[in-house]
């Protein structure tokens, strides 16, 4: 195992309690919050050798986890409302634009998935939670310069991988 997954690994097991604690108040669930923090720990320690703040990426990443399973829980009570027709309730929207923008939506996030660990956070960071790049560079511990190079990193990449994928 190399120095750097063994700093990982201390590192985990030095944050564990303050992460669990972090994701605890992002989730209603104690076994989610378990399973998000595993998982942080194990997408870090699986990209141990590419990440230059490895607390902020495990950090970054539990709680883009539990964003996501917040995220999921909140669909899953929406789907429990039954169909918005059979309510009397019309969307704006048609079938056919939701069903785009749900394409739209999926090849981004496919896009993001794609960029290096650290570039993918920094990109969320900016465009999904809004975030400034000084806001990014004290939540990640990195420099403003190395934000702006991976925003414009992953401007250029994400936009090629659209162009290849959409229709």
Avoid: W
Wanted: charged fraction near 30%; hydrophobic fraction near 35%.
């Amino acid at each position: 195992m190399s120095s750097r997954r063994d700093t990982i690994s201390r590192l985990y097991l030095s944050s564990q309690r303050a992460l669990r604690g972090y994701v605890r108040r992002l989730v209603p669930s104690g076994d989610t919050a378990d399973e998000i923090v595993q998982e942080a720990y194990l997408r870090t320690f699986e990209n141990a050798e590419r990440l230059e703040t490895p607390r902020a990426f495990l950090f970054t990443t539990a709680r883009n986890l539990a964003s996501s399973a917040r995220r999921s829980t909140e669909t899953r009570k929406t789907e429990t409302l039954g169909d918005l027709e059979s309510l009397g309730v019309e969307s704006s929207e048609s079938p056919e634009q939701r069903a785009e923008a749900d394409e739209e939506l999926r090849l981004l996030q496919q896009a993001v998935a794609q960029l290096p660990p650290q570039c993918g956070a920094v990109f969320s960071l900016r465009v999904f939670h809004s975030c400034s790049y000084k806001e990014i560079s004290e939540r990640l511990g990195i420099a403003p310069k190395t934000v702006e190079n991976h925003i414009a990193r992953a401007l250029r990449e994400t936009f090629v991988y659209l162009r290849r994928h959409a229709k």
